[in-house]
């Protein structure tokens, strides 16, 4: 048994600092190279934000190719028996992107460290400038469609009683008060939580812990499929993080969100 094998996904300062040097340990940080090198949890490793989407408009949050991620998981020395903890600066955006890249990727070992950079600086813990070794060239990975919703897989959806869209967008968002797209609004019957609404300030951006109970008054319930989206799929990292924290047994990400969604023709939308 590995030592994580006890945690539940979002781990605190406390629980990480005891196993930094665990063998089987991953450690991701998905904050800046300007802030990693500044200084980082010791064997921490850099991975830029933006290598984990597609980038390319109008839907940047999609997911980047197979060559392209078999090379970054390469660099970090990816093996099937690897324990991955992750964490940025934001509250949880990049981090949760990044834990359903681990779903592609079928790497079901990982934890989300709560609050993050944040966190683990409130409460004075080391920090590390030194710069891990390579790891290593690419890997060969077998990719999963079960943790991504596409466009069409929505739109053959939209209406089902047991979906639940979560939109991490801000409410100006949703409401088509900001447009950020073609189209302005949401897609059909989708429900807005913010996801900075999920984040407590007063605890160093932890997940707040009323989360559950505030998503069950949304009707964003464990007997629906979940499928959350923002703009690019990096907001709604957190969301889609928060969701499978709490159990939920089925939750997506719809990666191409409303950069694909608000761009296209053919989409419904509600104002």
């Not at 340990?25 to 490793?45: F, Q």
């Not at 681990?102 to 460290?113: A, E, F, M």
């Not at 943790?147 to 009683?161: E, H, K, Q, V």
Request: net charge negative; aromatic share 8%.
């Amino acid at each position: 048994m590995d030592d994580f094998a006890s945690l539940p996904l979002v781990i605190e300062p406390a629980d990480l600092q005891a196993r930094l040097s665990a063998p089987e340990l991953i450690l991701v940080d998905l904050t800046s190279a300007a802030r990693y090198a500044e200084g980082h949890i010791p064997g921490a490793r850099f991975v830029d934000p933006k290598r984990t989407q597609l980038g390319q408009p109008p839907a940047p949050g999609l997911q980047p190719p197979r060559e392209q991620l078999e090379s970054l998981f390469g660099e970090l020395g990816h093996r099937p028996e690897a324990v991955y903890v992750v964490y940025d600066d934001e509250g949880g955006g990049w981090a949760g992107r990044f834990i359903w890249l681990l779903d592609v990727i079928g790497q079901q070992r990982y934890h989300y460290l709560n609050g993050g950079l944040t966190a683990w600086l409130a409460e004075d813990r080391p920090l590390s400038r030194e710069l891990p070794a390579p790891a290593g060239g690419p890997v060969a990975l077998s990719l999963h469609d079960e943790p991504t919703a596409s466009r069409d897989y929505l739109l053959g959806r939209l209406g089902a009683a047991d979906l639940a869209i979560w939109d991490a967008r801000s409410p100006q968002e949703y409401r088509g008060e900001k447009v950020l797209a073609a189209k302005g609004g949401h897609i059909p019957g989708a429900v807005n939580f913010e996801w900075t609404a999920a984040m407590d300030p007063s605890r160093a951006l932890r997940i707040r812990t009323d989360i559950a109970g505030r998503l069950e008054e949304l009707g964003i319930t464990p007997d629906k499929e979940i499928v959350t989206h923002c703009q690019t799929h990096h907001r709604s990292g957190l969301t889609y993080l928060i969701a499978k924290a709490l159990g939920y047994p089925r939750v997506k990400g719809y990666a191409g969100s409303w950069g694909e969604w608000g761009n296209h023709p053919d989409t419904p939308v509600e104002l």
